[in-house]
């Protein structure tokens, strides 16, 4: 099984995984049945499990040499020089991003997830490590490494990004307009680090950089209010 057919087969269950996602378990669905924080942690563990997870699993399964798959779709450290370089490289860039953010009243209503995460730095770190792992990591494997890698081989570099760029985009639909632009943009620069350090650990590491610094420049307006 090439990678383009091992994609088809998991293309329903990540039209499940991504409606799941957008609907029953949504930041807004868990919002109204439990408390915020609480509930962002718990979208998170949504992606993690049902974008993460399942998906492994699901390859794994399958069989017919999956770990090759699982390698060729990002998960694998790649060309390690280049993407520390790109990472050291893309972190002013980062930074600077922040300067958009705080200067949005709807960057700063929307973020963090958690404004409850903002009552102190312990809670803040915990809270912005689980971001990264059950948040960033799973979003990376699925848009960067399972929706873009095979297609790659089988549409060529530009029409790949392309695709990818528009689904990842599409899903930050409801979030600030700034935000869906700025998706635009970072859809192709996030591929274009994948596919050049072979890995999507990488486009995790600068994406989840740039959630960080965003969640930890706006906390500071959150901060007086936190409970």
């Known amino acids: ?73 990002g998960l694998r450290a790649g060309n390690v020089r280049l993407g520390l370089l790109l990472v050291a490289v893309s972190s002013p860039f980062a930074a600077l991003s922040t300067l958009v953010s705080r200067r949005d009243p709807a960057m700063i209503r929307h973020y963090p997830f958690s404004k409850a995460a903002c009552s102190g730095a312990k809670k803040l770190a915990a809270y912005e490590a689980a971001y990264l792992v059950f948040y960033y990591l799973p979003w990376e494997f699925a848009f960067r490494g399972l929706l873009f890698f095979p297609l790659v081989g089988a549409l060529g570099l530009v029409p790949a990004l392309a695709v990818q760029t528009m689904l990842s985009t599409l899903y930050h639909l409801g979030h600030p307009d700034t935000e869906i632009l700025a998706a635009v943009g970072s859809g192709f620069v996030f591929g274009l680090v994948a596919f050049h350090t072979q890995s999507i650990f990488y486009a995790a590491a600068i994406h989840g950089l740039c959630g960080v610094l965003t969640d930890t420049t706006l906390c500071r307006r959150h901060r007086p209010v936190a409970s």
Do not use: C
């Not at 099984?1 to 868990?30: C, E, I, K, N, Q």
């Not at 718990?42 to 492994?56: A, K, R």
């Not at 399958?62 to 699982?70: H, M």
């Open 1 to 73: 099984m090439d990678a383009l057919s091992r994609l088809t087969t998991l293309t329903p269950y990540l039209a499940l995984a991504f409606g799941l996602l957008a609907s029953v378990l949504s930041l807004r669905s868990w919002r109204k049945r439990v408390e915020e924080h609480r509930a962002a942690l718990l979208y998170f563990l949504s992606f993690f499990v049902l974008l993460g997870i399942l998906p492994v699993l699901i390859i794994l399964f399958q069989g017919n040499r999956p770990l090759e798959f699982l390698g060729a779709a």
